[in-house]
């Protein structure tokens, strides 16, 4: 079992939508979240990180996380063609830990 | 890219031959990461750098050598290539500041082991 499980897609929804992408995980030492963002043949970009359990908005964006349910979530209000991309989960427990990538959902916001 | 670069961005050798990958940055950050990226697998680490002629392996470093002479600069050498390593490759730069561990990636160099 994968110590992060994320579902690869593709997720296709209308412009305007409200997305949801999930991660669940099973090493409980995670603290911290992250989200990227990857267009097509394109690095990936750090999207927001969080601390621990709670939510944490930027704009369009929300990222959750329920420590409890070893389950995170990023929410992407009013959806745009633009926000097509993969989305990866990644977490770690701090410090000098690398870092563990989810495999990415593949998002495709149709105008 | 956050002042990442990495060149080549394309490569396509043969088995066997050695090929050596470049990550060059502009930021002063400390650690320097390569990650390979494959269909199913997400992204996995190959090794990082802690400081200047400081390095430690990854969970896929098999095959893999490394090599950090200067702050800026990582390069990443495949001794004797495989078509297994055929991958793209991404470097990534962290610092602890303003939180724990968060990377930026470069744009990626896409090798093809033929």
């Known amino acids: 079992q994968k110590e992060v499980e994320q579902d690869p897609g593709p997720l296709s929804v209308p412009e305007g939508a409200i997305v949801s992408l999930n991660c669940t995980y099973s090493n409980s030492a995670f603290q911290y979240f992250m989200w990227y963002r990857q267009y097509s043949r394109k690095g990936p970009e750090l999207l927001m990180y969080t601390y621990s359990s709670g939510n944490k908005e930027d704009g369009r964006f929300t990222a959750q996380v329920d420590k409890s349910s070893k389950y995170i979530s990023l929410f992407i209000r009013d959806s745009q063609p633009s926000d097509s991309a993969t989305y990866l989960c990644?977490?770690?427990?701090?410090?000098?830990?690398?870092?563990?990538f989810g495999t990415g959902t593949k998002l495709q916001v149709i105008p | 890219d956050a002042g990442i670069t990495q060149s080549p961005r394309h490569k396509v050798t043969e088995t066997g031959t050695p090929v050596t990958l470049r990550c060059h940055q502009t930021?002063?950050?400390?650690?320097m990461y390569w990650y390979r990226q494959d269909p199913g697998h997400g992204l996995r680490l190959i090794h990082y750098?802690?400081?200047?002629?400081?390095?430690d392996k990854g969970e896929v470093s098999d095959g893999y050598s490394v090599s950090r002479s200067k702050t800026e600069d990582f390069l990443l050498t495949l001794e004797s290539a495989t078509s297994s390593q055929t991958s793209v490759y991404f470097c990534a730069i962290s610092e602890f500041f303003p939180g724990p561990d968060t990377q930026y990636f470069g744009p990626g160099t896409r090798l093809t082991v033929l």
């Open positions: 930021e002063n950050h400390r650690y």
């Open positions: 990644a977490m770690n427990s701090g410090g000098y830990q690398k870092v563990t």
């Open positions: 750098s802690y400081g200047v002629k400081d390095t």
